[in-house]
């Protein structure tokens, strides 16, 4: 079976109600919640990552174990904190990004990690802050280097979050590094709005991603799809009103795309330019794990309430 390599922050998310009631505490990082589905769904999953050695550090650590996935990779850092993030619901009890509340400590030579053995046609997915974070960069790139002449997929996740990058000029060289490395991206529309100021996915595509990537998977939360755009062809799923707003939501469509990739065999030269009966198998399970997981999510909180 296919190794999937997951490279991102481990992090524990903390919900808090308008008066500051405790809702909720979850571990964090769409990536490392994504290993942590594909890991219960039997795939051979590694989490590339650091967290404290802290009481904090053992319950992100414990997560992914309990979930199946190889925390061989994973730094345990002695001199700093893992990451906390405390995000304060508005006053219609929703929750986003702009409300989080950062507490992290990471020493300068942390991600000192084991990295695994590459073969070919394994998946490597990476992206988020860690991708762009000066800290990481250096010992990340020699690996995504080393990942891509070992011809493995390499599935990106851009992301950027003001608390973790204050400057978005700064990081730019390094997020259209990660584009030319990466064989399918998975963004937000959000996303794209912040990285380029376009807020429509087709004419971002065109203008700013094709030129790197060829394979862009969008998760478009105005109009409820996800689109797989590859060159001039597009294919398109709906989704329920909701499914994509979530970051679990999120988190479940990176698990679904990347486990069609895995359990269909695919090359990296297939997702270079990918069929439509590809593109769609891919987007089905895509959103099958989506939904799937947003609603397992409810039946959470309906549970403690």
């Known amino acids: 079976m296919k190794k999937i390599i997951c490279i991102g922050e481990c992090s524990l998310d903390i919900v808090l109600d308008s008066g500051g009631k405790t809702l909720g505490t979850i571990p964090g990082g769409r990536i490392a919640n994504a290993a942590a589905m594909m890991g219960r769904e ?37 001199e700093g904190r893992s990451a906390v993030n405390i995000y304060v619901c508005g006053k219609e009890e929703t929750v986003s990004v702009s409300s989080m509340v950062r507490y992290e400590s990471y020493p300068e030579d942390a991600f000192d990690i084991i990295w695994p053995r590459i073969d070919e046609d394994d998946i490597v997915v990476f992206g988020g802050a860690y ?7 250096a010992r990340m790139g020699k690996f995504l280097s080393y990942a891509k002449e070992r011809k493995a997929i390499l599935v990106y996740l851009p992301g950027f979050v003001n608390q973790q990058n204050t400057n978005i000029t700064r990081v730019m060289p390094a997020l259209l590094d990660n584009f030319e490395l990466a064989d399918v991206m998975v963004t937000r529309n959000k996303d794209l709005e912040t990285f380029f100021g376009v807020k429509t996915p087709d004419a971002c595509y065109h203008d700013h991603i094709d030129f790197y990537c060829r394979s862009l998977v969008n998760i478009d939360c105005t109009c409820h799809r996800i689109s797989y755009y590859s060159g001039k062809e597009v294919s398109c799923v709906e989704l329920p009103v909701g499914v994509c707003s979530t970051m679990l939501g999120n988190a479940g469509a990176l698990a679904g795309l990347v486990s069609g990739i895995a359990a269909a065999g695919l090359t990296a030269v297939q997702l270079d330019t990918p069929g439509a009966d590809i593109r769609e198998n891919l987007l089905k399970t895509t959103a099958k794990t989506a939904i799937k997981t947003v609603e397992e999510i409810k039946e959470f909180w309906q549970s403690i309430e």
């Open 42 to 78: 039997g795939f051979n999953v590694l989490m590339a990552s650091d967290v404290c050695a802290d009481a904090i550090g053992d319950i992100l650590v414990g997560y992914l174990v309990d979930a199946g996935v190889d925390v061989t990779s994973v730094d345990r850092f002695t």
């Open 131 to 137: 991708a762009l974070d000066m800290r990481m960069k």
